[in-house]
């Protein structure tokens, strides 16, 4: 059995083949439109062929013009569309006013030689000529033009527009060498269906290679995006997690989110937060978990979150639900505050010690100007009287300026000690020295200054000690003592009691007890007793003078030591101060 075939058929088959090429191309230009440039003008292209091989098929049933002049010039506008198209694709653009040119040259030949002087053989001519010239340049551009790492991708398509220029070249020769007299192109047979069918398998490869093309360097791009997304969410100090939002399981977290918590990314994945045990309070992730249902996503909340070591942060956590690949995922940022909480304590301490410094100028300004000044001024105004010659005092009157100048000068003697002593404190040049004392037999509690002070006012002292030893800066505790039983001899009565009592709890720290029956305190006077910002000085109950500031020099002498100290007291009913000495917290020096 003989197959017979006619142009006209194989014509229409390759307009078939056109068109599931133009589906093909219309799909790869609805995926990657937004992506890349130039697939629109590529889809123009397959969309000039197809309708050049249909007004072609139609020949002898339309106008000649149409199914010669402009079907023809279709496709070679459809060819330097394709051109413009795989320029724009690589990044390459340059004038096309060349191919301009070249396509309305082509179509005014082709008119020529379809009304003017009719001529098949030079209309091929015409045809083969073009598209010599236009998929040359495309051969150019995808192996000369495009960059070694782009080469990769452009191959295959090149090779293809090669095989149409040896094509067209074929065309050429055979219009030289061969002799054809019909004008009617269907009655051709031979070479030129040969010709038709090579365009057409020539197509298919093209459309294959283009969309090859295409789909290579969508999925470089892709893999280069994820590469970035990777590093990135990689890279980024905040902890980030994709998790089931159904069950909170994790899927994916970053190395940010494994230094944050101490877990691997194995034991991160397939477990829930919850599972993991890092909500300190669970009740903050159902609070949040309502905070998400309410609004949809949730902005910086702070949260305690606990580390796999079981050390305690702060964390300001943000989610949302983000779709991928069609799934949805819960998103979550966390990022770690615990540094800025610590910063902005640190702050804070700054700013209360400055605070206290500068409340401490203004304690000397005021000690001075007031405390200082007093007592010298009433010295000045005694030695103005006596050493006025118009004056004549007896030996008693002498004597009593004496007793005046005397208390006031020892007042001021023993202000400037405590001032002294609280520079010297707050410079930090103080030594430290903590040893061994065996408290009944190496600590004196009343010196003679105290035992005198309390022999004018008829005050009884007693002291009840009762543990052996303590390790402590000698001088610090006795200074400790001798402020606190000074002050309560100078706020007690005459005739009433001071007593020491010493004592060890089971914790191993040391209880001193200062107790007196004197005047007491408000309990405003009491809070504010041992702070450096307050002026608190009142006479005793023989006018003794004070500053105020022995007191907190026994505080910083205290806190020294790693003790505390406080004060219970009622009015008229007496005071008790209290501070402890940890038993064995310092080291012991050599003496």
């Not at 305690?304 to 940022?333: A, H, P, W």
Request: charge should be negative.
């Amino acid at each position: 059995m003989e197959i017979s075939l006619d142009l006209r058929t194989i014509i229409f088959s390759y307009f078939l083949t056109n068109l599931v090429s133009l589906l093909v191309m219309f799909i790869l230009w609805r995926q990657t439109r937004k992506r890349f440039e130039g697939t629109d003008l590529l889809l123009l292209d397959f969309v000039s062929q197809a309708l050049c091989l249909l007004l072609i098929f139609f020949r002898g049933h339309i106008m000649d013009f149409i199914s010669m002049d402009v079907s023809n010039t279709l496709a070679i506008t459809g060819a330097v569309l394709g051109y413009i198209g795989l320029e724009s694709f690589l990044g390459k653009r340059t004038n096309q006013f060349h191919n301009y040119l070249l396509i309305a040259i082509f179509f005014f030949i082709h008119l020529y030689f379809t009304i003017i002087k009719p001529d098949l053989e030079i209309r091929n001519l015409n045809i083969s000529i073009a598209y010599l010239l236009v998929c040359g340049q495309c051969v150019w551009l995808l192996r000369g033009r495009v960059p070694e790492n782009l080469r990769k991708f452009t191959t295959y398509i090149a090779i293809v527009f090669a095989l149409i220029c040896i094509v067209s070249l074929l065309r050429i020769i055979n219009f030289f060498t061969v002799n054809h007299t019909s004008n009617d192109y269907f009655s051709y047979g031979g070479f030129e269906i040969f010709v038709i069918i090579s365009y057409q398998i020539l197509f298919i490869l093209f459309t294959f290679t283009l969309a090859l093309m295409i789909n290579k360097r969508l999925m470089n791009e892709i893999t280069q995006q994820e590469e970035k997304f990777s590093k990135a969410f990689h890279s980024v100090p905040y902890g980030i997690t994709f998790s089931i939002p159904s069950n909170g399981t994790i899927v994916e977290a970053n190395d940010g989110f494994v230094r944050m918590t101490g877990f691997s990314i194995h034991e991160l994945v397939g477990n829930s937060t919850l599972d993991l045990n890092l909500w300190v309070n669970p009740l903050d992730r159902q609070n949040l978990a309502n905070t998400f249902q309410e609004k949809r996503r949730i902005i910086e909340n702070e949260v305690l979150f606990r580390k796999k070591n079981g050390e305690l942060f702060t964390g300001l956590i943000s989610s949302e639900i983000v779709t991928i690949d069609t799934e949805r995922y819960l998103l979550t940022v966390i990022n770690n505050i615990q540094d800025r909480i610590m910063m902005e304590m640190e702050i804070h301490q700054s700013e209360t010690r400055l605070k206290e410094l500068i409340a401490t100028k203004d304690k000397f300004f005021s000690i001075i100007s007031h405390d200082l000044r007093g007592p010298i001024s009433s010295v000045l105004n005694l030695t103005e009287i006596m050493a006025d010659e118009d004056n004549d005092f007896s030996v008693k009157e002498l004597r009593k300026f004496a007793l005046v100048m005397n208390k006031s000068i020892q007042s001021t003697f023993n202000l400037l000690e405590n001032l002294l002593e609280w520079s010297r404190l707050q410079q930090g040049i103080i030594p430290f020295n903590p040893k061994l004392i065996r408290l009944k037999t190496d600590f004196r509690i009343f010196d003679e200054s105290i035992l005198e002070m309390a022999s004018k006012k008829s005050i009884t002292l007693n002291e009840n000690i009762a543990c052996e030893e303590v390790t402590a800066d000698l001088n610090m505790l006795g200074s400790i003592l001798r402020n606190l039983v000074t002050n309560s001899i100078k706020f007690t009565r005459e005739g009433g009691f001071v007593e020491v009592h010493i004592s060890e709890n089971e914790d191993r720290i040391i209880l001193f007890k200062v107790i007196d029956n004197g005047i007491g305190m408000k309990q405003e006077t009491v809070n504010q007793l041992f702070s450096i910002d307050t002026h608190i000085s009142r006479p005793g109950t023989n006018n003794e003078p004070s500053s105020g500031l022995g007191l907190v020099i026994v505080k910083e002498f205290v806190i020294r030591h790693g003790g505390t100290i406080w004060v219970e007291s009622e009015v008229e009913k007496g005071s008790t101060f209290f501070f402890t000495v940890p038993k064995n917290k310092f080291p012991l020096i050599e003496q």
